[in-house]
């Protein structure tokens, strides 16, 4: 049984570029959540996706946008990149709303030029 | 908005002795649930072990413990019996019970295991 899997799982990005990095659910889960981690940092919320839509958001700009496809996978989009925006990007799967366990892929790395 | 706070950002332990990793949060919520996870170098985050609050036993996992004080907001981790391959990242993560489904995570505790 495959994990969460994140593709790419390193990406270099010049300033002002767009970006999109993808997730693929563990088999069974139907609810995406992307989360930022800082070097240093816990990671923070970015949003969550269920049912094709975004459920809920944390406190990110809307240069941060995101897409849930019917078989579950998702990917978040980042525009006009920030120097600030260089950190590990993590997706975690879950089943339901009710859910007591994420599992967690091992992220893409993002380095802004 | 939850907070967590790990006041450990480093910790260091014997192999085969114990150690003890602090957590703390702050919520007004009743209902909700406490985890610890591993980030080891491959990046992945790895449950380890799951505290529901309206539950007073302490969760433990083989050689994976925790003291939850529910009136203190303490959520300690406790690692027995400790192994190389126990060094890592830990995060201590909160999720609410009620409203929204995020985990608002602590900043970490980098634990590194003696030979």
């Known amino acids: 049984d495959a994990g969460v899997t994140q593709s790419p799982t390193h990406l270099i990005k010049t300033r002002g570029q767009q970006v999109t990095l993808r997730c693929s659910p563990k088999?069974?889960?139907?609810?995406v959540s992307w989360y930022q981690q800082a070097l240093g940092q816990g990671p923070q919320f970015i949003f969550q996706?269920?049912?094709?839509?975004?459920?809920q958001r944390g406190n990110f700009p809307d240069r941060f946008s995101g897409h849930q496809f019917p078989n579950y996978s998702s990917e978040l989009n980042v525009n006009a990149l920030l120097l600030g925006d260089s950190a590990l990007y993590l997706c975690?799967?879950?089943?339901?709303?009710?859910?007591?366990?994420?599992?967690f892929g091992q992220g893409t790395r993002l380095t802004v030029v | 908005a939850q907070t967590v706070t790990q006041s450990q950002p480093e910790m260091s332990v014997q192999e085969a002795e114990t150690v003890t990793l602090s957590c703390t949060y702050d919520?007004?919520?009743?209902?909700?649930?406490l985890f610890w996870y591993k980030q080891p170098p491959s990046r992945q985050m790895i449950l380890v072990i799951r505290?529901?609050?309206?539950?007073?036993q302490n969760a433990t996992e083989n050689r994976f413990s925790v003291n939850f004080q529910k009136a203190a907001k303490s959520f300690s981790l406790k690692i027995s019996d400790s192994q190389l391959g126990d060094a890592a990242m830990y995060f201590c993560?909160?999720?609410?019970?009620?409203?929204?489904?995020?985990?608002?995570f602590g900043t970490g505790t980098s634990l590194t295991v003696i030979p």
């Open positions: 993560a909160y999720r609410s019970g009620y409203t929204g489904n995020q985990f608002y």
């Open positions: 505290q529901e609050a309206y539950k007073q």
């Open positions: 919520t007004s919520e009743s209902d909700y649930y």
């Open positions: 975690a799967s879950s089943s339901g709303t009710g859910y007591t366990e994420a599992f």
């Open positions: 996706y269920y049912e094709e839509e975004e459920r």
């Open positions: 088999s069974g889960h139907d609810t």
